[in-house]
Structures are given as structure tokens and as C-alpha cells.
């Protein structure tokens, strides 16, 4: 099976930065796509970026401009720059691997912006 553990969350004032990381592990497996998602409470699960192997992107469109998604293929690791933080950028924010056709996810880092 594939291990997914994440870290760099924490406080933070608003237009700050923060820096995630997640590392996968395991034996027997092959990822493809990485990426994070956020939940805040009483929200639904989303998308804020993915990175490809070959090192194509996509961003949720209110983190565009602001967080950098960046990708280690030989070390099985993905991170996330995040700068400009604003308070609606408080969520839970997992690490996500796809080993097609399965997805494996990370316990979660709590980000919380204060303003």
C-alpha cells in the first residue's frame, strides 16, 4: 500500500506564507497525479492544484496567482507554496497520490489563517 504523510501546516497571519510538503511511501506502486485539497468546516472537499509526472498543473481559480504547486518524481514528494494567505484559505489541506485506478490520501495539516 501507498503512505501519504504530510507537513509544514500551522498559523499563520493573513498575507503570510507557508510551505506544505508530502511524501509518499510504500512498495509496488507508480503515481501518476499528485495534488492537494482543502475542506473548511461545513464545506464540501476541493480541488486547489494538481501536478502531473510530466509536470502539468492545474489551480483552483482562488489560489491562481498566489500558490505553486512543485513535484520531486524521484523522491515521490509534492509541495505547496502558499503566499498572500488570506482567512478563507483556512481548511484542512490533504495530500492526494493517484496510482490508477486507486487514490490515496493523507491524514491532513491544518492551515489557519488569522486576519
Known amino acids: 500500500q501507498v503512505q501519504l504523510v504530510e507537513s509544514g501546516g500551522g498559523l499563520v497571519q493573513a498575507g503570510g506564507s507557508l510551505r506544505l510538503s508530502c511524501a509518499a511511501s510504500?512498495?509496488?506502486?507508480?503515481?501518476?497525479?499528485m495534488g492537494w485539497y482543502r475542506q473548511a468546516p461545513g464545506k464540501q472537499r476541493e480541488l486547489v492544484a494538481i501536478?502531473?509526472?510530466?509536470?502539468?498543473?492545474n489551480y483552483a481559480d482562488s489560489v491562481k496567482g498566489r500558490f505553486t504547486i512543485s513535484r520531486i518524481n524521484a523522491k515521490n514528494t509534492v509541495y505547496l507554496q502558499m503566499n498572500s494567505l488570506k482567512p478563507e484559505d483556512t481548511a484542512v489541506y490533504y495530500c492526494?497520490?493517484?496510482?490508477?485506478?486507486?487514490?490515496?490520501w493523507g491524514q491532513g495539516t491544518q492551515v489557519t489563517v488569522s486576519s
Open positions: 492526494n497520490a493517484r496510482d490508477s485506478p486507486y487514490d490515496y
Open positions: 510504500g512498495s509496488g506502486f507508480s503515481i501518476s497525479a
Open positions: 501536478i502531473t509526472r510530466s509536470f502539468s498543473t
